[in-house]
């Protein structure tokens, strides 16, 4: 029990707004907070009845430490940074790093463009969002190319273009690059993916379709189709928009909790059309309620992010009034936050409370299943406790063309994909897969030998008793040690769930192999890391077979130069020409002599039986 006293420290606190830190005896940050009224606020957790959580927090306390702002707003900036940077245990903790995707129209150009955009907003121009996702940008502007031909090109390929592109062959752009469309009519373009991204669709329906009867009536039947097809477009969007505001901005927050996990669902509404929603999954100490959660969700989520007019929720959280002001203060205009709703946004807030109910179902499904299949995996191969990091190795080539071999790493919540690796294999004989995995095991290895890189509890090789004698020799000479490894085989029928599973240590003893059956819980998590690690190997080995396809072998023979390359080409109409061609034949092109034309000639030919 510490013996801190805090009617003391109570006592040497302002009554001002600012941000308090509550620390243990080692000076480790339990909590930190903010308060309109610093003094009120850190009594309070000594003056009343507080739930288990805060009970054990206070319990701990040593030492209190206050920041006084001049303002709310500085203290929720204050606050979010103090959370981001401790990490505190009695916190929620918001776990979201990335910038949130816009749709950028460059307007200060005679003829805009329309663009993917992420990060700060200082340049000139017109910015729309954000969007929950790049995939919601990305569906979007592929809209706007079919609805209002606004080029999307980059600006250096706009500028250097000669004749127009694809794009304007199929319709979705109108060629401004080359002088096919007139400024006016551009800008008309321009100013209906205005309003249709601020969500006056109403208005540009209805001046699509005074344009259409002025085309039909000046007899212009093509264009007239055109604006009537546009029209029908925009009408079938408007039908799909389940929510349709009326041409505000507005963002709906539900928070739902599940046997200790909760995710926190955001629908953003921009211009009145829904721009998607995305599930989040604070880390929250037990026994914090829905308005705890909802509080600090708002003051993380919303100290480095655009806040709409209106914030509708599905509970009132703590410290309401303390979040509006500072909210408003940080938007430079009022925001309000309302959770006593009816008629059309209660629906709204009911349709983000299922989705995040549905959200974390398949969360914890997930989650469940992979901790059965975990506890599966320990009880088969004996283990005596649950693995917390395993590898798994693949090769993967061509005929023995271009090896890779790929390391993924799965822990106790699923795969650790920041900790995959590749490893481009050289120098050993084409298709020896015992040596590729050598090199590879050899070339991961010392960097855990090092420390670079945690042991793991289990190393998975693909295959089976080959493979892992030739993965043996290479830990015994690190001298890596406690490291269970197997070998998974796909069994005599090579058939999904027979798989062999061979234990490194029961090869000498001559024990058979674990079958496990395709039921098995364990077999599907074997299955799941297997897969993934030849996944993994594949991707690696088709970038490096499609990157030097993509580079011409003349590019590797000494004294070939782009000039001699380009002469070469010139010459024989190409590769294939240049490769049928005799010696003589190539030395007779400027710059290549008879020595030079002979190892033209033999990298060829080396290169083409090697395909």
């Excluded at 050993?428 to 420390?451: C, F, K, N, S, W």
């Amino acid at each position: 029990m510490s013996s801190f006293d805090h009617r003391t420290a109570v006592s040497q606190i302002p009554a001002d707004p600012g941000v308090y830190r509550m620390l243990d005896e080692a000076g480790t940050v339990l909590y930190v907070g903010k308060a309109k009224n610093l003094t009120r606020r850190v009594s309070s957790y000594f003056g009343r009845a507080l739930n288990r959580r805060l009970q054990v927090m206070v319990a701990q306390i040593a030492d209190i430490q206050v920041t006084v702002t001049r303002t709310e707003g500085e203290a929720l900036l204050l606050e979010s940074d103090l959370i981001k940077t401790h990490q505190p245990r009695y916190n929620v903790l918001l776990r979201d790093d990335k910038s949130y995707p816009f749709i950028y129209l460059s307007t200060q150009d005679e003829f805009p463009r329309l663009s993917f955009y992420r990060g700060a907003r200082k340049g000139s121009g017109r910015y729309f969002g954000p969007y929950p996702s790049a995939w919601a940008v990305r569906e979007t502007l592929q809209l706007l190319q079919k609805l209002f031909p606004v080029r999307q090109c980059r600006d250096s390929f706009y500028r250097s273009r000669t004749r127009p592109c694809l794009q304007y062959q199929i319709k979705r752009c109108t060629g401004p690059c080359v002088g096919l469309v007139r400024a006016e009519d551009y800008a008309l373009d321009v100013q209906d993916s205005i309003k249709f991204l601020e969500g006056r669709t109403d208005e540009v329906i209805a001046e699509l379709g005074q344009r259409m009867e002025q085309a039909a009536e000046a007899l212009e039947f093509e264009r007239a189709a055109t604006l009537r097809d546009q029209i029908a477009t925009l009408q079938r969007i408007q039908q799909r928009q389940y929510v349709t505001a009326d041409g505000g901005d507005v963002d709906i927050i539900a928070a739902v909790e599940e046997a200790g996990t909760v995710c926190v669902q955001v629908f953003f509404i921009r211009g009145g059309r829904n721009l998607g929603n995305k599930a989040f999954f604070p880390q929250v100490p037990a026994d914090a309620d829905q308005a705890t959660v909802l509080s600090a969700f708002l003051a993380q989520f919303y100290v480095d992010k655009e806040i709409p007019p209106e914030v509708l929720l599905n509970a009132e959280p703590d410290e309401a009034e303390f979040l509006t002001a500072a909210l408003s203060e940080r938007a430079g205009r009022r925001v309000a936050l309302k959770h006593r709703l009816r008629a059309e946004r209660a629906r709204w807030v009911e349709m983000a409370v299922n989705n995040a109910a549905l959200a974390l179902k398949t969360r914890l499904g997930s989650r469940a299943g992979y901790a059965r299949r975990l506890e599966a995996l320990r009880d088969l191969l004996g283990l005596d406790a649950l693995p917390q990091r395993m590898e798994c190795f693949d090769i993967s080539h061509t005929r023995g063309e271009l090896t890779v071999a790929s390391c993924v790493v799965f822990d106790d919540q699923g795969p650790r994909k920041s900790d995959y690796r590749r490893f481009n294999i050289d120098g050993i004989t084409p298709g020896d897969d015992y040596a590729a995995m050598e090199q590879a095991l050899l070339r991961r290895y010392r960097r855990v030998q090092a420390g670079e890189v945690p042991l793991p509890d289990l190393l998975f090789i693909d295959g089976g008793k080959g493979q892992l004698s030739a993965v043996m020799p290479v830990l015994d000479e690190l001298g890596i040690d406690g490291v269970k490894l197997v070998g998974v085989s796909k069994g005599p029928d090579r058939k999904a769930g027979a798989e062999q599973l061979w234990l490194a240590e029961g090869l000498a003893d001559g024990d058979a192999a674990i079958i496990a059956g395709a039921e098995s819980p364990a077999l599907h998590l074997v299955q799941q890391i297997r897969d993934e690690a030849h996944r993994f190997a594949i991707t690696g080995h088709r970038q490096r077979r499609d990157k030097a396809r993509r580079t011409s072998t003349l590019e590797g023979i000494p004294g070939i130069g782009p000039k001699r390359r380009q002469n070469l080409l010139r010459a024989f109409g190409g590769l294939r020409g240049l490769a049928r061609a005799a010696p003589d034949d190539i030395a007779r092109v400027d710059g290549i002599s008879r020595e030079l034309a002979r190892q033209i000639h033999d990298a060829l030919h080396a290169e083409s039986e090697r395909t």
